[in-house]
Nanobody, 118 residues
Framework: QVQLVESGGGLVQPGGSLRLSCAAS?????????MGWYRQAPGKQRELVAA???????NYADSVKGRFTISRDNAKNTVYLQMNTLKPEDTAVYYC???????????WGQGTQVTVSS
């Protein structure tokens, strides 16, 4: 059973930065998986904001392109999300998971709350 543990969220002012981490335990397939960061704002559906392939290719939602950077460390089974120039509309609970088409491979973790507010 894979366990995902997200961390690094918090309260930040507009224009600020945060770095999120997600550690996956129990999976021998992490290094082969496309990993994604998702977010869910209150009253909205969860959306994929960034993804990284096993080879390091990345894709971003238009709303975060140029501001967020996804990376991974396969030796540590960990994926990161560097978030810069944060905006109030980035406020959400952020989750990671292995991307599998329009769905995900593993159970969701608890997520980490990001709040952008002055």
């Amino acid at each position: 059973q894979v366990q995902l543990v997200e961390s690094g969220g918090g309260l930040v002012q507009p224009g600020g930065s945060l770095r999120l981490s997600c550690a996956a335990s129990g999976s021998i397939f992490f290094s082969m998986s496309v990993m994604g960061w998702y977010r869910q704002a209150p009253g909205k559906q969860r959306e994929l904001v960034a993804a990284i392939s096993s080879g390091g290719s990345t894709n971003y939602a238009d709303s975060v392109k140029g501001r967020f950077t996804i990376s991974r460390d396969n030796a540590k089974n960990t994926v990161y999300l560097q978030m810069n120039t944060l905006k109030p509309e980035d406020t959400a609970v952020y989750y990671c998971n292995a991307v599998y088409g329009s769905t995900v491979l593993w159970n969701w973790g608890q997520g980490t709350q990001v709040t952008v507010s002055s």
